[in-house]
Protein backbone atom coordinates (compact mmCIF):
# COMPACT_ATOMS: atom_id res chain seq x y z
CA UNK A 1 0.00 0.00 0.00
CA UNK A 2 1.07 3.18 -0.82
CA UNK A 3 2.16 6.40 1.12
CA UNK A 4 -0.71 8.52 2.12
CA UNK A 5 -3.63 5.46 1.47
CA UNK A 6 -1.48 3.46 3.94
CA UNK A 7 -1.60 6.83 6.88
CA UNK A 8 -5.67 6.60 6.26
CA UNK A 9 -5.97 2.87 6.73
CA UNK A 10 -3.87 3.15 9.50
CA UNK A 11 -5.92 5.63 10.88
CA UNK A 12 -8.95 3.72 10.13
CA UNK A 13 -8.19 0.76 12.46
CA UNK A 14 -6.83 2.89 14.84
CA UNK A 15 -10.79 4.63 14.76
CA UNK A 16 -12.26 1.00 14.63
CA UNK A 17 -10.31 -0.90 17.38
CA UNK A 18 -10.89 2.43 19.76
CA UNK A 19 -14.57 2.57 18.78
CA UNK A 20 -14.40 -1.42 19.80
CA UNK A 21 -12.77 -0.54 23.21
CA UNK A 22 -15.05 1.84 24.47
CA UNK A 23 -17.98 -0.09 23.37
CA UNK A 24 -16.72 -3.38 25.17
CA UNK A 25 -14.93 -1.86 27.55
CA UNK A 26 -18.20 0.28 28.74
CA UNK A 27 -20.38 -2.55 28.40
CA UNK A 28 -18.06 -4.84 31.37
CA UNK A 29 -17.92 -1.69 33.20
CA UNK A 30 -21.40 -1.55 33.54
CA UNK A 31 -21.44 -5.04 34.48
CA UNK A 32 -18.53 -5.61 36.50
CA UNK A 33 -18.32 -2.12 38.12
CA UNK A 34 -21.78 -0.10 37.89
CA UNK A 35 -24.09 -2.78 38.13
CA UNK A 36 -22.45 -4.55 41.55
CA UNK A 37 -21.69 -0.71 43.17
CA UNK A 38 -25.41 0.05 42.26
CA UNK A 39 -27.23 -3.05 44.36
CA UNK A 40 -25.59 -1.99 47.47
CA UNK A 41 -27.23 0.94 47.41
CA UNK A 42 -30.04 0.69 50.35
CA UNK A 43 -32.47 3.03 48.48
CA UNK A 44 -34.40 1.29 45.83
CA UNK A 45 -35.60 4.42 44.01
CA UNK A 46 -32.25 6.27 44.24
CA UNK A 47 -31.11 2.94 42.61
CA UNK A 48 -33.43 2.50 40.20
CA UNK A 49 -33.07 6.14 38.86
CA UNK A 50 -29.25 5.78 38.72
CA UNK A 51 -29.35 2.92 36.53
CA UNK A 52 -31.71 4.58 34.29
CA UNK A 53 -29.48 7.39 33.94
CA UNK A 54 -26.09 5.71 33.78
CA UNK A 55 -28.08 3.60 30.73
CA UNK A 56 -29.14 6.40 28.88
CA UNK A 57 -26.12 8.26 29.27
CA UNK A 58 -24.04 5.05 27.89
CA UNK A 59 -26.43 4.08 25.48
CA UNK A 60 -25.93 7.21 23.62
CA UNK A 61 -21.83 6.01 23.65
CA UNK A 62 -22.80 2.92 22.43
CA UNK A 63 -24.37 3.50 19.64
CA UNK A 64 -21.97 6.27 18.43
CA UNK A 65 -19.22 2.96 18.88
CA UNK A 66 -21.25 0.27 17.33
CA UNK A 67 -22.32 3.04 14.19
CA UNK A 68 -18.14 3.90 14.10
CA UNK A 69 -17.42 0.27 13.54
CA UNK A 70 -20.08 -0.66 10.52
CA UNK A 71 -18.80 2.58 9.07
CA UNK A 72 -14.40 1.89 9.47
CA UNK A 73 -15.22 -1.71 9.72
CA UNK A 74 -16.45 -1.84 6.06
CA UNK A 75 -13.60 0.95 5.64
CA UNK A 76 -10.95 -2.10 6.55
CA UNK A 77 -12.23 -4.22 4.19
CA UNK A 78 -12.20 -1.78 1.31
CA UNK A 79 -8.46 -0.75 2.24
CA UNK A 80 -7.57 -4.57 2.44
CA UNK A 81 -9.00 -4.49 -1.69
CA UNK A 82 -11.52 -7.06 -0.73
CA UNK A 83 -15.07 -5.14 -1.06
CA UNK A 84 -15.53 -5.56 -4.64
CA UNK A 85 -18.23 -7.78 -6.65
CA UNK A 86 -15.01 -9.70 -7.70
CA UNK A 87 -14.12 -10.80 -4.07
CA UNK A 88 -16.93 -11.04 -2.46
CA UNK A 89 -19.41 -12.01 -5.23
CA UNK A 90 -17.74 -14.64 -5.42
CA UNK A 91 -18.59 -18.00 -3.83
CA UNK A 92 -14.62 -19.30 -3.47
CA UNK A 93 -14.45 -15.34 -1.68
CA UNK A 94 -16.35 -17.05 1.26
CA UNK A 95 -14.90 -20.19 1.25
CA UNK A 96 -11.41 -18.70 2.24
CA UNK A 97 -10.37 -18.57 5.66
CA UNK A 98 -10.74 -14.43 5.79
CA UNK A 99 -13.99 -14.89 3.82
CA UNK A 100 -15.19 -17.32 6.83
CA UNK A 101 -14.19 -15.78 9.19
CA UNK A 102 -15.29 -12.14 8.24
CA UNK A 103 -18.96 -14.38 7.54
CA UNK A 104 -18.92 -15.23 11.26
CA UNK A 105 -18.14 -11.78 12.21
CA UNK A 106 -20.95 -10.22 10.22
CA UNK A 107 -23.18 -12.85 11.53
CA UNK A 108 -22.23 -12.40 15.18
CA UNK A 109 -22.67 -8.20 14.61
CA UNK A 110 -25.55 -8.47 12.71
CA UNK A 111 -26.84 -10.75 16.49
CA UNK A 112 -25.66 -8.26 18.59
CA UNK A 113 -26.96 -5.24 17.35
CA UNK A 114 -30.45 -6.20 17.33
CA UNK A 115 -30.52 -7.74 20.76
CA UNK A 116 -28.72 -3.79 22.02
CA UNK A 117 -31.41 -2.51 19.95
CA UNK A 118 -33.90 -4.79 22.03
CA UNK A 119 -31.96 -4.02 25.37
CA UNK A 120 -31.38 -0.81 24.63
CA UNK A 121 -35.30 0.34 23.24
CA UNK A 122 -37.41 -2.02 24.77
CA UNK A 123 -35.81 -4.26 27.59
CA UNK A 124 -33.83 -1.84 30.06
CA UNK A 125 -36.63 1.50 29.21
CA UNK A 126 -39.51 -0.95 30.42
CA UNK A 127 -37.28 -2.00 34.01
CA UNK A 128 -36.80 1.81 34.65
CA UNK A 129 -40.41 2.65 33.60
CA UNK A 130 -41.52 0.00 36.38
CA UNK A 131 -42.08 0.99 39.66
CA UNK A 132 -39.40 0.17 42.18
CA UNK A 133 -40.18 -3.18 44.74
CA UNK A 134 -43.25 -4.05 42.14
CA UNK A 135 -42.99 -7.38 39.96
CA UNK A 136 -39.90 -5.95 38.15
CA UNK A 137 -37.59 -9.36 38.78
CA UNK A 138 -38.70 -10.65 34.97
CA UNK A 139 -37.96 -7.81 33.31
CA UNK A 140 -35.27 -7.08 35.02
CA UNK A 141 -33.26 -10.62 34.06
CA UNK A 142 -34.46 -10.22 31.18
CA UNK A 143 -32.70 -7.06 30.57
CA UNK A 144 -29.91 -8.17 32.48
CA UNK A 145 -29.40 -11.88 30.11
CA UNK A 146 -29.59 -9.55 27.17
CA UNK A 147 -26.79 -7.32 28.46
CA UNK A 148 -24.40 -10.61 29.61
CA UNK A 149 -25.19 -12.03 26.11
CA UNK A 150 -24.44 -9.00 24.18
CA UNK A 151 -20.76 -8.99 26.28
CA UNK A 152 -20.36 -12.47 25.20
CA UNK A 153 -21.20 -12.21 21.58
CA UNK A 154 -18.97 -8.83 21.98
CA UNK A 155 -16.01 -11.43 22.81
CA UNK A 156 -16.59 -14.09 20.17
CA UNK A 157 -16.81 -10.66 17.57
CA UNK A 158 -13.23 -9.81 19.25
CA UNK A 159 -12.10 -13.49 18.37
CA UNK A 160 -12.82 -13.29 15.06
CA UNK A 161 -11.65 -9.82 14.52
CA UNK A 162 -8.24 -10.98 16.15
CA UNK A 163 -8.01 -13.67 13.39
CA UNK A 164 -9.18 -11.76 10.48
CA UNK A 165 -6.21 -8.80 10.67
CA UNK A 166 -4.09 -11.76 10.55
CA UNK A 167 -5.80 -13.41 7.48
CA UNK A 168 -8.41 -15.93 8.90
C1 LIG B 1 -19.69 -4.34 9.84
C2 LIG B 1 -18.96 -4.61 10.89
C3 LIG B 1 -17.49 -4.86 10.87
C4 LIG B 1 -16.63 -5.11 9.81
C5 LIG B 1 -16.96 -5.21 8.33
C6 LIG B 1 -15.30 -5.27 10.37
C7 LIG B 1 -14.17 -5.53 9.64
C8 LIG B 1 -12.89 -5.61 10.15
C9 LIG B 1 -11.70 -5.89 9.38
C10 LIG B 1 -11.65 -6.13 7.87
C11 LIG B 1 -10.64 -5.89 10.23
C12 LIG B 1 -9.16 -6.12 9.86
C13 LIG B 1 -8.48 -4.78 9.77
C14 LIG B 1 -7.06 -4.93 9.30
O1 LIG B 1 -6.19 -5.22 10.15
O2 LIG B 1 -6.81 -4.75 8.10
C15 LIG B 1 -11.17 -5.62 11.56
C16 LIG B 1 -10.39 -5.52 12.71
C17 LIG B 1 -10.90 -5.39 13.98
N1 LIG B 1 -12.24 -5.34 14.33
FE1 LIG B 1 -13.82 -5.20 13.04
N2 LIG B 1 -15.37 -5.11 11.74
C18 LIG B 1 -16.69 -4.89 12.08
C19 LIG B 1 -17.20 -4.73 13.35
C20 LIG B 1 -16.48 -4.86 14.52
C21 LIG B 1 -17.03 -4.86 15.85
C22 LIG B 1 -18.53 -4.71 16.21
C23 LIG B 1 -16.01 -4.98 16.72
C24 LIG B 1 -16.15 -5.02 18.22
C25 LIG B 1 -15.61 -5.87 19.00
C26 LIG B 1 -14.77 -5.07 15.95
C27 LIG B 1 -13.50 -5.19 16.45
C28 LIG B 1 -12.34 -5.23 15.72
C29 LIG B 1 -10.99 -5.24 16.27
C30 LIG B 1 -10.62 -5.13 17.76
C31 LIG B 1 -10.09 -5.32 15.19
C32 LIG B 1 -8.56 -5.35 15.25
C33 LIG B 1 -8.07 -6.76 15.39
C34 LIG B 1 -6.55 -6.84 15.37
O3 LIG B 1 -5.88 -5.94 14.81
O4 LIG B 1 -6.02 -7.83 15.90
N3 LIG B 1 -15.11 -5.02 14.61
N4 LIG B 1 -12.53 -5.45 11.47
Known amino acids: MMGGLRYLYLLNVTV ?3 AAVLWLGGMFFLA ?3 APVLRKLETPALRASLFAELGR ?3 ALAWIALGLLLVTGTLNLYFRGVLTDVSMGSPHFWRTPFGGTLALKLILVALLLVIQ ?8 PAVSRSQPGG ?3 PLRRRAALAARVNAVLGL ?3 IAAVRLARGG
Open 32 to 34: LVG
Open 135 to 137: STA
Open 16 to 18: HVT
Open 156 to 158: LVL
Open 57 to 59: QFR
Open 117 to 124: ALHDFRWG
